[in-house]
């Protein structure tokens, strides 16, 4: 991987003021309003302005962008834990009250306030739930990510093209906005941007050093049918690239994360920021300004969209750790001549749409909401990709712990590739409050004989996800259920378990005779015990993944779709149905969830709809 940097806890630089300082006020009237700097909105806010439209930005955090936790990829997972960045959002995986019980990091609110993970709470602690980190910050969760930057499948694309009817959704038009973004920094033989806003740097494999970790990437290329002596051209793979049947290939790729080659961190964050201190374009930010509710013109034959009410001042959403429910913040409201744009993500968005007026009308009117547009799809439908693992012991201590590798599988589940996979020596098991933030990446939790694959399940078949008001406070969280493995669950499961199996095939064939060998693994889960040994079933394995599957990649809740489907909030041009001047650009917007990681395209898609907007389409 790219060289390690120290991690500064709590290390905290000042906003910029002229940021900070941007009020919008009840006379002023923009162009477009977007509401969220995040990979939807963030991009498209600074696109317009550089376009020539004039843009307020509404960001209900603050400047973050020079906090070392930020700035420095490689602290990620203290930005994660950072109150000046993250909101603590708590979700159900399943209405199966004993099976939420058995999740290892249920977290719960103890009697003095503070947190308590684990199954065994102590006297008088609540259960809050499963925790789920956001960042509520300039940039938004791009700010705080773990930076993989991974183009979809082809299929992810196309399928959204053939639902809708509209071709510019094709896996070969979409391929433009990558181009467009993207200022790639790493050889590649298929065509890519280098002028774009956002830095691509392909990581370090760490293949020319001799370690354990370039051993074991030698036997998961074997195991995807190449040879050991292939293993070096593979980690350069671009997984970006414009491959032929790239749906299909597996085995190790090379990493590209959204990063500057010196380690610092690229996001839309960035840009927005230097878009408004370029000084030269007609954008307004305004930052520790939290967006209530759309306000609609109905004086028309449908109600459009004119304008935010607001709340203005710092820590206003629930969700923030430094909230205090005591400050009311200043009320305002600021008015768009042409266009709204939500981009508040998977959580956030539908959460305004409601609070608006705009979703299931019986869900509105059970708070008195008066209903602006019945769509049934809002808050409904909420994906996830899966994520489980395989945590092993060396015999000793793994080397090369830096060596961290991705890695491609295809299961007989999927009609296409349906397992992305890193591993290296470290201990990843999901999110809670306080998880470890020690190097190398995530947490030496088992010590330095660990090594784990970490998989993600693509294109999972589950999408049963709701979200739903639980007040009419804006600054209220939603409440949020994933309802994990709800449909299609035995077959999501068994591409899970497909998954360690096939990376269990590999450790499984490391000599344990050869001196000073890392074998044989003691396997910690899924399947206890000395690989190549047990006896787990299949069954149990299963059970255990379903308890213990985790999720960070929200999508869908506010989803495109076609005319003819219910659930469709919106049309193939982000246009919220039943409304005018009204669109959302975010990771909600997807059908489903868009390959492993929906960051980049999430940026593609705000490229997509900047170009829409620009054009008057």
């Keep these: 991987m790219a060289?390690?940097?120290?991690?500064?806890?709590?290390?905290?630089?000042?906003?910029?003021?002229?940021?900070?300082?941007?009020?919008?006020?009840?006379?002023?009237?923009?162009?477009?309003?977007?509401?969220?700097?995040?990979?939807?909105?963030?991009?498209?806010?600074?696109?317009?302005?550089?376009?020539?439209?004039?843009?307020?930005?509404l960001e209900a955090g603050d400047d973050q962008t020079e906090n070392v936790n930020v700035s420095q990829w490689v602290n990620f997972n203290s930005a994660g834990n950072d109150p000046a960045t993250r909101w603590d959002f708590f979700v159900k995986h399943s209405d199966d009250e004993a099976r939420e019980a058995?999740?290892?990091?249920?977290?719960?609110?103890?009697?003095?306030?503070?947190?308590?993970?684990?199954?065994?709470?102590?006297?008088?602690?609540?259960?809050?739930?499963?925790?789920?980190?956001?960042?509520?910050?300039?940039?938004?969760?791009?700010?705080?990510?773990?930076?993989?930057?991974?183009?979809?499948?082809?299929?992810?694309?196309?399928?959204?093209a053939e639902a809708t009817g509209d071709d510019s959704w094709s896996a070969e038009s979409m391929r433009k906005y990558l181009?467009?973004?993207?200022?790639?920094?790493?050889?590649?033989?298929?065509?890519?941007?280098?002028?774009?806003?956002?830095?691509?740097?392909?990581?370090?494999?760490?293949?020319?050093?001799?370690?354990?970790?370039?051993?074991?990437?030698?036997?998961?290329a074997e195991a995807a049918g190449f040879t050991a002596a292939d293993t070096s051209t593979l980690l350069t793979r671009d997984m970006n690239g414009n491959q032929p049947n790239r749906d299909n290939l597996v085995g190790p790729f090379g990493g590209v994360s959204h990063i500057n080659p010196n380690g610092r961190r690229s996001s839309p964050g960035y840009y927005v920021r230097d878009t408004v201190a370029e000084k030269k374009y007609p954008i307004t930010?305004?930052?520790?300004?939290?967006?209530?509710?759309?306000?609609f013109d109905k004086s028309g034959k449908k109600p459009k969209a004119v304008g935010i009410e607001y709340l203005k001042g710092k820590s206003l959403y629930s969700a923030d750790p430094r909230y205090n429910a005591a400050d009311p913040g200043v009320?305002?409201?600021?008015?768009a001549s042409k266009e709204v744009i939500i981009s508040g993500g998977a959580f956030n968005s539908p959460q305004l749409l409601l609070l608006s007026g705009i979703g299931p009308a019986a869900h509105l009117k059970k708070f008195n909401i008066s209903v602006i547009s019945d769509l049934p799809g809002v808050g409904q439908q909420l994906a996830d990709?899966?994520?489980?693992?395989?945590?092993?012991?060396?015999?000793?201590?793994?080397?090369?712990?830096?060596?961290?590798?991705?890695?491609?599988?295809?299961?007989?589940?999927?009609?296409?590739?349906?397992?992305?996979?890193?591993?290296?020596s470290f201990s990843f098991e999901g999110f809670y409050p306080?998880?470890?933030?020690?190097?190398?990446?995530?947490?030496?939790?088992?010590?330095?004989?660990?090594?784990?694959?970490?998989?993600?399940?693509?294109?999972?078949?589950?999408?049963?996800?709701?979200?739903?008001?639980?007040?009419t406070n804006p600054r209220d969280v939603p409440t949020i259920n994933l309802n994990f493995f709800k449909d299609g669950s035995d077959k999501d499961l068994t591409a899970?378990?497909?998954?360690?199996?096939?990376?269990?095939?590999?450790?499984?064939?490391?000599?344990?005779?050869?001196?000073?060998?890392?074998?044989?693994?003691?396997?910690l889960h899924p399947c206890e015990g000395t690989i190549g040994k047990q006896n787990c079933t299949d069954a149990s394995q299963k059970t255990y993944i379903k308890e213990q599957a985790y999720s960070h990649h929200a999508s869908s809740s506010c989803k495109v779709g076609a005319d003819g489907d219910k659930n469709a909030v919106l049309d193939s041009k982000f246009r919220v149905r039943g409304v005018e001047g009204l669109r959302v650009v975010d990771a909600s917007s997807f059908p489903k969830v868009p390959g492993a990681f929906p960051v980049l395209p999430t940026m593609m898609l705000s490229e997509k709809a900047s170009d829409i907007l620009i054009n008057g389409l």
């Excluded at 930010?285 to 306000?295: E, G, N």
């Excluded at 060998?517 to 396997?523: D, G, I, K, M, V």
């Design 179 to 220: 181009v467009k973004l993207e200022k790639v920094h790493y050889n590649s033989t298929y065509v890519h941007g280098h002028d774009g806003w956002l830095d691509m740097t392909m990581l370090d494999p760490g293949f020319t050093t001799s370690s354990d970790a370039h051993t074991l990437q030698q036997y998961a």
């Design 434 to 471: 306080g998880f470890p933030n020690i190097p190398p990446y995530f947490n030496t939790t088992h010590g330095p004989n660990q090594y784990e694959c970490a998989l993600v399940h693509m294109n999972p078949r589950s999408q049963a996800g709701a979200i739903e008001l639980q007040s």
């Design 496 to 523: 899970l378990l497909e998954g360690v199996k096939w990376v269990r095939s590999w450790l499984s064939k490391v000599d344990a005779t050869a001196t000073n060998s890392l074998a044989p693994f003691e396997e």
């Design 102 to 160: 058995r999740f290892m990091h249920r977290t719960w609110r103890k009697t003095d306030g503070g947190f308590y993970v684990g199954l065994d709470p102590p006297a008088g602690a609540k259960p809050l739930g499963i925790y789920y980190p956001r960042a509520g910050t300039l940039g938004g969760c791009a700010m705080h990510n773990g930076c993989l930057t991974m183009n979809p499948n082809d299929l992810d694309w196309d399928e959204i």
């Design 285 to 295: 930010l305004s930052l520790d300004t939290l967006a209530t509710k759309v306000i």
């Design 385 to 424: 990709n899966y994520e489980a693992g395989i945590l092993s012991l060396g015999k000793r201590a793994v080397t090369g712990a830096g060596e961290i590798f991705p890695n491609f599988w295809k299961t007989t589940q999927g009609k296409i590739r349906d397992i992305y996979m890193w591993c290296g």
């Design 3 to 57: 060289p390690m940097l120290p991690i500064v806890a709590g290390a905290l630089c000042l906003a910029l003021s002229s940021l900070s300082a941007a009020t919008p006020t009840a006379n002023n009237t923009y162009e477009y309003i977007v509401v969220g700097t995040g990979p939807g909105g963030g991009p498209l806010a600074a696109n317009l302005a550089r376009a020539g439209h004039s843009v307020l930005v």
């Design 331 to 335: 009320a305002g409201k600021a008015y």
